[in-house]
Protein backbone atom coordinates (compact mmCIF):
# COMPACT_ATOMS: atom_id res chain seq x y z
CA UNK A 1 0.00 0.00 0.00
CA UNK A 2 2.70 2.37 0.89
CA UNK A 3 4.33 1.82 -2.28
CA UNK A 4 1.10 3.17 -4.32
CA UNK A 5 0.74 6.05 -2.16
CA UNK A 6 4.06 6.84 -2.87
CA UNK A 7 3.83 6.65 -6.31
CA UNK A 8 0.68 8.89 -6.24
CA UNK A 9 2.28 11.26 -4.13
CA UNK A 10 4.97 11.42 -6.95
CA UNK A 11 3.27 12.75 -9.41
CA UNK A 12 1.14 15.17 -7.72
CA UNK A 13 4.78 16.71 -6.19
CA UNK A 14 6.02 16.64 -9.47
CA UNK A 15 2.66 18.88 -10.76
CA UNK A 16 3.53 20.86 -7.87
CA UNK A 17 6.95 21.55 -8.70
CA UNK A 18 6.09 22.94 -11.66
CA UNK A 19 4.25 25.71 -10.05
CA UNK A 20 7.76 26.77 -7.40
CA UNK A 21 10.84 27.98 -9.23
CA UNK A 22 13.56 25.31 -8.43
CA UNK A 23 16.64 24.49 -9.35
CA UNK A 24 16.12 21.89 -12.48
CA UNK A 25 18.51 19.55 -11.34
CA UNK A 26 17.24 19.67 -7.53
CA UNK A 27 13.99 18.76 -9.96
CA UNK A 28 15.74 15.79 -11.95
CA UNK A 29 17.20 14.28 -8.51
CA UNK A 30 13.67 14.23 -6.85
CA UNK A 31 12.47 12.45 -9.73
CA UNK A 32 14.80 9.81 -9.86
CA UNK A 33 15.42 9.56 -6.07
CA UNK A 34 11.51 9.29 -5.82
CA UNK A 35 11.53 6.53 -8.78
CA UNK A 36 14.31 4.25 -6.87
CA UNK A 37 12.35 4.48 -3.83
CA UNK A 38 9.44 3.41 -5.09
CA UNK A 39 11.31 0.57 -6.98
CA UNK A 40 12.24 -0.74 -3.86
CA UNK A 41 8.64 -0.54 -2.37
CA UNK A 42 7.16 -2.50 -5.39
CA UNK A 43 10.23 -4.97 -4.79
CA UNK A 44 8.32 -6.92 -1.92
CA UNK A 45 5.23 -7.05 -3.47
CA UNK A 46 3.31 -3.96 -2.11
CA UNK A 47 0.24 -5.17 -0.29
CA UNK A 48 -3.09 -3.81 -0.46
CA UNK A 49 -6.46 -4.10 1.56
CA UNK A 50 -8.61 -7.27 0.68
CA UNK A 51 -11.83 -5.07 -0.96
CA UNK A 52 -8.73 -3.69 -3.92
CA UNK A 53 -7.18 -7.02 -4.35
CA UNK A 54 -9.84 -8.09 -7.03
CA UNK A 55 -8.70 -4.50 -8.35
CA UNK A 56 -4.84 -4.89 -8.84
CA UNK A 57 -3.36 -7.96 -8.36
CA UNK A 58 0.15 -8.42 -6.68
CA UNK A 59 1.44 -11.91 -7.86
CA UNK A 60 5.62 -11.96 -8.28
CA UNK A 61 4.75 -11.76 -12.19
CA UNK A 62 2.86 -8.20 -11.61
CA UNK A 63 5.44 -7.11 -9.65
CA UNK A 64 8.05 -7.99 -12.29
CA UNK A 65 5.61 -6.10 -14.44
CA UNK A 66 5.76 -2.81 -12.23
CA UNK A 67 9.36 -2.85 -11.68
CA UNK A 68 10.11 -3.01 -15.68
CA UNK A 69 7.54 0.27 -16.34
CA UNK A 70 9.75 1.84 -13.28
CA UNK A 71 12.77 0.75 -14.03
CA UNK A 72 11.77 2.30 -17.98
CA UNK A 73 10.65 5.43 -16.94
CA UNK A 74 14.48 5.38 -14.73
CA UNK A 75 15.82 4.99 -17.58
CA UNK A 76 14.11 7.80 -19.47
CA UNK A 77 15.11 10.51 -17.21
CA UNK A 78 18.77 9.61 -17.42
CA UNK A 79 18.44 11.00 -21.12
CA UNK A 80 16.39 13.68 -20.93
CA UNK A 81 17.59 17.00 -21.48
CA UNK A 82 18.52 18.99 -18.38
CA UNK A 83 17.05 22.14 -19.52
CA UNK A 84 13.91 21.09 -20.32
CA UNK A 85 10.82 22.17 -19.19
CA UNK A 86 10.05 20.60 -15.60
CA UNK A 87 6.40 19.77 -17.47
CA UNK A 88 7.74 16.84 -19.13
CA UNK A 89 8.73 14.85 -16.70
CA UNK A 90 5.97 15.82 -15.02
CA UNK A 91 4.45 13.92 -17.99
CA UNK A 92 6.57 11.15 -17.92
CA UNK A 93 5.64 9.98 -14.45
CA UNK A 94 2.26 10.44 -15.16
CA UNK A 95 2.63 8.15 -17.95
CA UNK A 96 4.71 5.67 -15.66
CA UNK A 97 1.50 6.06 -12.97
CA UNK A 98 -0.85 4.75 -15.93
CA UNK A 99 1.49 2.28 -16.53
CA UNK A 100 2.21 0.34 -13.39
CA UNK A 101 -2.13 0.61 -13.08
CA UNK A 102 -2.73 -0.99 -16.37
CA UNK A 103 0.08 -3.65 -15.85
CA UNK A 104 -1.48 -4.21 -12.15
CA UNK A 105 -4.89 -4.39 -12.48
CA UNK A 106 -7.10 -7.62 -13.16
CA UNK A 107 -10.32 -5.58 -14.36
CA UNK A 108 -10.66 -4.49 -18.11
CA UNK A 109 -11.77 -1.04 -17.06
CA UNK A 110 -8.50 -0.27 -14.99
CA UNK A 111 -6.59 -1.47 -17.85
CA UNK A 112 -8.23 0.97 -19.98
CA UNK A 113 -7.83 3.94 -17.37
CA UNK A 114 -4.12 3.07 -16.83
CA UNK A 115 -3.78 2.85 -20.96
CA UNK A 116 -5.46 5.97 -21.20
CA UNK A 117 -3.69 7.96 -18.93
CA UNK A 118 -0.33 6.73 -20.57
CA UNK A 119 -1.81 8.07 -23.80
CA UNK A 120 -2.52 11.12 -22.03
CA UNK A 121 1.30 11.65 -20.80
CA UNK A 122 2.98 10.45 -24.65
CA UNK A 123 0.06 13.64 -25.84
CA UNK A 124 1.78 15.72 -23.44
CA UNK A 125 5.07 15.25 -24.43
CA UNK A 126 4.06 15.00 -28.29
CA UNK A 127 2.82 18.52 -27.97
CA UNK A 128 5.67 19.80 -25.59
CA UNK A 129 8.16 18.45 -28.33
CA UNK A 130 6.71 19.67 -31.19
CA UNK A 131 8.71 22.68 -32.79
CA UNK A 132 7.47 22.17 -36.55
CA UNK A 133 4.90 21.52 -39.13
CA UNK A 134 6.81 17.96 -38.91
CA UNK A 135 6.00 17.11 -35.40
CA UNK A 136 2.61 18.68 -35.41
CA UNK A 137 2.14 16.19 -38.31
CA UNK A 138 3.43 13.77 -36.07
CA UNK A 139 1.08 14.63 -32.78
CA UNK A 140 -2.36 15.01 -35.41
CA UNK A 141 -1.53 11.30 -36.80
CA UNK A 142 -0.94 9.83 -33.41
CA UNK A 143 -3.54 11.68 -31.34
CA UNK A 144 -6.57 10.67 -34.02
CA UNK A 145 -5.59 7.28 -34.69
CA UNK A 146 -5.25 6.12 -30.52
CA UNK A 147 -8.88 8.34 -30.57
CA UNK A 148 -10.01 5.56 -32.64
CA UNK A 149 -8.57 2.55 -30.74
CA UNK A 150 -9.97 4.01 -27.77
CA UNK A 151 -13.21 4.20 -29.02
CA UNK A 152 -12.59 0.35 -30.56
CA UNK A 153 -11.22 -0.49 -26.54
CA UNK A 154 -14.74 0.55 -24.73
CA UNK A 155 -16.47 -1.14 -27.49
CA UNK A 156 -14.31 -4.17 -26.96
CA UNK A 157 -14.91 -3.63 -23.15
CA UNK A 158 -18.84 -3.49 -23.14
CA UNK A 159 -19.08 -6.39 -25.56
CA UNK A 160 -17.28 -8.28 -22.65
CA UNK A 161 -18.71 -7.21 -19.99
CA UNK A 162 -22.20 -7.84 -21.26
CA UNK A 163 -21.37 -11.32 -22.07
CA UNK A 164 -19.23 -12.01 -19.04
CA UNK A 165 -21.30 -10.07 -16.68
CA UNK A 166 -18.05 -8.46 -15.27
CA UNK A 167 -15.24 -6.40 -16.28
CA UNK A 168 -12.93 -8.57 -14.12
CA UNK A 169 -10.30 -10.45 -16.32
CA UNK A 170 -11.81 -14.11 -16.83
CA UNK A 171 -10.31 -16.98 -18.30
CA UNK A 172 -12.48 -17.19 -21.62
CA UNK A 173 -14.40 -20.08 -22.56
CA UNK A 174 -17.02 -21.62 -25.37
CA UNK A 175 -17.57 -19.30 -28.30
CA UNK A 176 -19.87 -17.26 -27.70
CA UNK A 177 -20.06 -14.41 -30.78
CA UNK A 178 -20.15 -10.91 -28.57
CA UNK A 179 -17.73 -12.14 -26.14
CA UNK A 180 -15.22 -13.40 -29.34
CA UNK A 181 -15.94 -10.04 -30.88
CA UNK A 182 -15.14 -8.05 -27.63
CA UNK A 183 -11.98 -9.95 -27.13
CA UNK A 184 -10.98 -9.54 -31.21
CA UNK A 185 -11.51 -5.79 -30.76
CA UNK A 186 -8.93 -5.35 -27.19
CA UNK A 187 -6.24 -7.84 -28.68
CA UNK A 188 -6.61 -5.10 -31.88
CA UNK A 189 -5.92 -2.10 -29.32
CA UNK A 190 -3.32 -3.79 -27.58
CA UNK A 191 -1.40 -5.07 -31.15
CA UNK A 192 -2.10 -1.25 -31.84
CA UNK A 193 0.12 0.02 -29.19
CA UNK A 194 2.62 -2.36 -29.69
CA UNK A 195 2.96 -1.09 -33.36
CA UNK A 196 2.17 -4.57 -34.58
CA UNK A 197 1.41 -5.59 -37.89
CA UNK A 198 -1.47 -4.47 -39.98
CA UNK A 199 -1.48 -1.92 -37.31
CA UNK A 200 1.60 -0.47 -37.40
CA UNK A 201 1.20 2.39 -39.90
CA UNK A 202 1.71 5.16 -37.13
CA UNK A 203 4.82 4.68 -35.62
CA UNK A 204 7.16 5.73 -38.45
CA UNK A 205 5.80 9.41 -39.35
CA UNK A 206 5.35 9.79 -35.46
CA UNK A 207 9.34 8.49 -34.75
CA UNK A 208 10.01 10.94 -37.42
CA UNK A 209 8.19 13.64 -36.40
CA UNK A 210 9.54 13.96 -33.07
CA UNK A 211 12.94 14.99 -30.93
CA UNK A 212 14.98 11.81 -30.36
CA UNK A 213 14.01 12.30 -26.35
CA UNK A 214 10.08 11.90 -27.52
CA UNK A 215 10.64 8.98 -29.94
CA UNK A 216 12.90 7.37 -27.23
CA UNK A 217 9.63 7.28 -24.59
CA UNK A 218 7.06 6.22 -27.54
CA UNK A 219 9.47 3.19 -28.81
CA UNK A 220 9.80 2.42 -24.99
CA UNK A 221 7.23 2.89 -22.30
CA UNK A 222 4.15 2.32 -23.83
CA UNK A 223 5.47 -0.50 -25.55
CA UNK A 224 6.40 -1.97 -22.84
CA UNK A 225 3.61 -1.50 -21.03
CA UNK A 226 1.01 -3.19 -23.86
CA UNK A 227 3.62 -5.55 -24.50
CA UNK A 228 3.40 -6.73 -20.58
CA UNK A 229 -0.49 -6.67 -21.06
CA UNK A 230 -0.63 -9.02 -23.77
CA UNK A 231 1.53 -11.43 -22.51
CA UNK A 232 0.00 -11.82 -19.38
CA UNK A 233 -3.54 -11.75 -20.61
CA UNK A 234 -2.68 -14.03 -23.40
CA UNK A 235 -1.20 -16.35 -21.04
CA UNK A 236 -4.03 -16.36 -18.95
CA UNK A 237 -6.47 -17.16 -21.64
CA UNK A 238 -8.02 -14.13 -21.68
CA UNK A 239 -8.72 -14.04 -25.12
CA UNK A 240 -9.79 -17.40 -25.35
CA UNK A 241 -12.92 -17.12 -26.92
CA UNK A 242 -10.60 -15.98 -30.54
CA UNK A 243 -10.84 -19.01 -32.60
CA UNK A 244 -7.80 -20.00 -34.07
CA UNK A 245 -6.21 -17.85 -31.62
CA UNK A 246 -2.42 -19.39 -32.64
CA UNK A 247 -2.81 -18.76 -36.33
CA UNK A 248 -3.85 -15.36 -35.38
CA UNK A 249 -0.55 -14.62 -33.35
CA UNK A 250 1.34 -16.34 -36.43
CA UNK A 251 -0.22 -14.46 -38.73
CA UNK A 252 0.63 -11.12 -37.01
CA UNK A 253 4.23 -12.18 -35.46
CA UNK A 254 5.28 -13.27 -39.59
CA UNK A 255 3.78 -9.95 -41.18
CA UNK A 256 4.80 -7.79 -38.07
CA UNK A 257 8.69 -9.56 -38.52
CA UNK A 258 8.58 -9.38 -42.44
CA UNK A 259 6.83 -5.67 -42.67
CA UNK A 260 9.16 -4.11 -40.22
CA UNK A 261 12.45 -5.46 -41.71
CA UNK A 262 11.24 -4.68 -45.57
CA UNK A 263 10.36 -0.92 -44.37
CA UNK A 264 13.54 -0.34 -42.54
CA UNK A 265 15.80 -1.68 -45.56
CA UNK A 266 14.65 1.36 -47.54
CA UNK A 267 14.82 4.54 -45.17
CA UNK A 268 17.05 6.73 -45.99
CA UNK A 269 17.22 8.21 -42.15
CA UNK A 270 18.11 7.33 -38.77
CA UNK A 271 14.90 7.98 -36.56
CA UNK A 272 12.52 6.24 -39.80
CA UNK A 273 14.57 3.15 -40.06
CA UNK A 274 14.62 2.60 -36.31
CA UNK A 275 10.84 3.11 -36.30
CA UNK A 276 10.75 0.33 -39.09
CA UNK A 277 13.24 -1.73 -37.02
CA UNK A 278 11.42 -1.63 -34.02
CA UNK A 279 8.00 -2.99 -35.87
CA UNK A 280 10.08 -5.89 -36.46
CA UNK A 281 11.29 -6.82 -33.01
CA UNK A 282 7.29 -6.96 -31.94
CA UNK A 283 7.28 -9.78 -34.19
CA UNK A 284 9.83 -11.48 -32.16
CA UNK A 285 7.90 -10.43 -28.99
CA UNK A 286 5.12 -11.77 -30.45
CA UNK A 287 6.22 -15.19 -32.00
CA UNK A 288 6.74 -17.19 -28.58
CA UNK A 289 2.36 -16.45 -27.64
CA UNK A 290 1.48 -18.84 -30.65
CA UNK A 291 3.06 -21.46 -28.65
CA UNK A 292 2.16 -20.32 -25.20
CA UNK A 293 5.87 -19.45 -24.31
CA UNK A 294 5.08 -16.67 -22.43
CA UNK A 295 7.90 -16.20 -20.48
CA UNK A 296 9.97 -16.29 -24.06
CA UNK A 297 7.68 -13.50 -25.02
CA UNK A 298 8.54 -11.40 -21.82
CA UNK A 299 12.60 -11.84 -21.99
CA UNK A 300 12.67 -10.39 -25.48
CA UNK A 301 10.10 -7.87 -24.60
CA UNK A 302 12.77 -6.94 -21.89
CA UNK A 303 15.69 -7.05 -24.16
CA UNK A 304 13.91 -4.84 -26.33
CA UNK A 305 13.18 -2.21 -24.14
CA UNK A 306 16.72 -2.09 -23.19
CA UNK A 307 18.53 -2.12 -26.57
CA UNK A 308 15.66 0.55 -27.67
CA UNK A 309 17.13 2.91 -24.80
CA UNK A 310 20.11 2.05 -26.03
CA UNK A 311 19.96 2.67 -29.51
CA UNK A 312 17.37 5.96 -29.51
CA UNK A 313 19.96 7.31 -26.64
CA UNK A 314 23.24 6.27 -28.71
CA UNK A 315 21.60 7.96 -31.86
CA UNK A 316 20.70 11.11 -30.10
CA UNK A 317 24.41 11.83 -28.38
CA UNK A 318 25.52 11.00 -32.12
CA UNK A 319 23.07 13.27 -34.11
CA UNK A 320 22.31 15.85 -31.85
CA UNK A 321 18.48 16.99 -32.99
CA UNK A 322 19.34 16.39 -36.57
CA UNK A 323 17.72 13.29 -38.02
CA UNK A 324 21.09 12.10 -40.30
CA UNK A 325 20.94 10.44 -43.49
CA UNK A 326 23.25 7.39 -43.62
CA UNK A 327 26.27 8.79 -45.46
CA UNK A 328 26.39 11.88 -42.42
CA UNK A 329 27.35 8.93 -40.42
CA UNK A 330 30.38 8.25 -42.22
CA UNK A 331 33.81 9.27 -39.74
CA UNK A 332 31.54 9.17 -36.45
CA UNK A 333 33.79 6.78 -35.06
CA UNK A 334 36.26 9.55 -34.56
CA UNK A 335 35.98 11.95 -31.41
CA UNK A 336 34.57 13.05 -29.89
CA UNK A 337 31.52 10.63 -30.65
CA UNK A 338 33.74 7.87 -30.76
CA UNK A 339 31.43 6.50 -27.81
CA UNK A 340 28.08 6.70 -28.86
CA UNK A 341 28.90 5.59 -32.39
CA UNK A 342 30.39 2.41 -30.60
CA UNK A 343 27.26 2.27 -28.17
CA UNK A 344 25.32 2.38 -31.64
CA UNK A 345 26.89 -0.33 -33.66
CA UNK A 346 26.33 -2.60 -30.39
CA UNK A 347 22.18 -1.56 -29.84
CA UNK A 348 22.15 -2.49 -33.74
CA UNK A 349 24.04 -5.30 -33.42
CA UNK A 350 21.39 -6.44 -30.38
CA UNK A 351 18.80 -5.67 -32.35
CA UNK A 352 20.08 -8.20 -35.27
CA UNK A 353 20.29 -10.72 -32.70
CA UNK A 354 24.74 -10.71 -33.21
CA UNK A 355 26.42 -13.22 -31.03
CA UNK A 356 28.27 -11.95 -27.94
CA UNK A 357 24.72 -9.63 -27.12
CA UNK A 358 21.73 -10.37 -25.50
CA UNK A 359 19.76 -9.93 -28.78
CA UNK A 360 21.41 -13.28 -29.75
CA UNK A 361 20.01 -15.03 -26.27
CA UNK A 362 16.52 -13.77 -26.53
CA UNK A 363 15.92 -14.00 -30.13
CA UNK A 364 17.59 -17.58 -29.60
CA UNK A 365 14.39 -18.54 -27.08
CA UNK A 366 12.08 -16.66 -29.14
CA UNK A 367 12.78 -18.54 -32.39
CA UNK A 368 13.30 -22.10 -30.56
CA UNK A 369 9.53 -21.66 -28.58
CA UNK A 370 7.72 -21.81 -32.22
CA UNK A 371 10.23 -24.57 -33.46
CA UNK A 372 7.47 -27.34 -32.62
CA UNK A 373 5.04 -24.84 -34.87
CA UNK A 374 4.40 -24.55 -38.84
CA UNK A 375 7.95 -24.83 -40.23
CA UNK A 376 6.80 -21.61 -42.08
CA UNK A 377 6.70 -20.00 -38.99
CA UNK A 378 10.09 -20.27 -38.00
CA UNK A 379 11.89 -20.90 -41.52
CA UNK A 380 10.54 -16.80 -41.84
CA UNK A 381 11.81 -15.90 -38.41
CA UNK A 382 15.37 -17.20 -39.43
CA UNK A 383 15.37 -15.52 -42.82
CA UNK A 384 14.39 -12.00 -41.22
CA UNK A 385 17.11 -12.31 -38.88
CA UNK A 386 19.39 -13.00 -41.28
CA UNK A 387 18.22 -10.23 -43.47
CA UNK A 388 18.05 -7.56 -40.66
CA UNK A 389 22.29 -8.09 -40.26
CA UNK A 390 22.04 -6.76 -43.84
CA UNK A 391 20.67 -3.37 -43.38
CA UNK A 392 21.90 -3.01 -40.09
CA UNK A 393 25.40 -3.47 -41.60
CA UNK A 394 24.27 -0.39 -44.16
CA UNK A 395 24.13 1.73 -41.11
CA UNK A 396 27.33 0.52 -39.06
CA UNK A 397 29.40 0.23 -42.10
CA UNK A 398 29.78 4.49 -42.69
CA UNK A 399 30.31 5.03 -38.95
CA UNK A 400 33.96 2.97 -39.66
CA UNK A 401 34.27 3.92 -43.37
CA UNK A 402 37.85 5.69 -43.52
CA UNK A 403 36.72 9.60 -43.84
CA UNK A 404 39.03 12.72 -42.76
CA UNK A 405 37.88 13.83 -38.97
CA UNK A 406 35.46 16.58 -39.25
CA UNK A 407 33.84 19.18 -36.66
CA UNK A 408 31.05 17.04 -34.77
CA UNK A 409 29.17 18.56 -31.74
CA UNK A 410 30.06 17.14 -28.22
CA UNK A 411 27.37 14.65 -27.22
CA UNK A 412 25.44 15.50 -24.12
CA UNK A 413 27.29 13.89 -21.37
CA UNK A 414 23.87 12.13 -19.62
CA UNK A 415 23.12 10.67 -23.51
CA UNK A 416 26.60 8.87 -24.25
CA UNK A 417 26.63 7.84 -20.78
CA UNK A 418 23.16 6.31 -20.96
CA UNK A 419 24.22 4.67 -24.26
CA UNK A 420 27.44 3.41 -23.45
CA UNK A 421 26.05 2.24 -19.87
CA UNK A 422 23.07 -0.02 -21.35
CA UNK A 423 25.92 -1.06 -23.90
CA UNK A 424 27.71 -2.79 -21.49
CA UNK A 425 24.96 -4.52 -20.24
CA UNK A 426 23.92 -5.78 -23.27
CA UNK A 427 27.41 -7.32 -23.60
CA UNK A 428 27.70 -9.26 -20.42
CA UNK A 429 24.22 -10.38 -20.34
CA UNK A 430 25.20 -11.57 -23.88
CA UNK A 431 28.25 -13.53 -22.41
CA UNK A 432 26.29 -14.47 -19.29
CA UNK A 433 22.71 -15.08 -19.83
CA UNK A 434 21.94 -16.36 -16.18
CA UNK A 435 19.78 -13.08 -15.37
CA UNK A 436 17.41 -13.90 -18.76
CA UNK A 437 17.06 -17.37 -17.54
CA UNK A 438 16.17 -16.78 -14.24
CA UNK A 439 13.97 -13.65 -15.50
CA UNK A 440 11.75 -16.72 -17.72
CA UNK A 441 11.91 -19.56 -15.05
CA UNK A 442 10.35 -16.65 -12.47
CA UNK A 443 7.71 -15.43 -14.77
CA UNK A 444 6.78 -19.13 -14.77
CA UNK A 445 2.90 -19.41 -15.58
CA UNK A 446 2.06 -15.74 -15.98
CA UNK A 447 -1.73 -14.96 -14.80
Not at 118 to 142: C, M, P, Q, T
Not at 229 to 252: K, N
Not at 316 to 325: I, V
Not at 335 to 346: K, M, S, Y
Request: proline letters at 6%; aromatic letters at 10%.
Amino acid sequence: MIAWAALGLLAVLMMTMELIPINRRVHRVITVAGLMLIMVGFSGGSSLPAEYQRLLGALPNRVIDQEGVLATTLGLTAIWPVESSPRSLTLLIWAAVGGVVAVSANNWLLIFLGIETVNIGVYGLLGDGSRDLGGDEALLKFFILTTVFTALAILGMGLVGGAQGTLEVLTSVGTRPGLAAGESLLLAVLLFKLGSFPFHWWAPDTYEGTPWEVATVIATLPKFVAGALLIRLAASHAFGAIGQLSTVFDIVAVGTMVVGALGAWRQPRLKRMLAYAAISQVGFILLPLARGQAAAAFAYLATYVLASLQVFSAAHALAGSHNPRREELVGAWHPPTRGPAGALVIALAAFAGFPFTLGMAAKLYSVESVLAGPMVVWLIALLVTGFTFLYYFRWIYPIFAPASPCPRPKPRRGLAAMSQVSAVFLVLLGLWTYPLLWLMHALGPLG
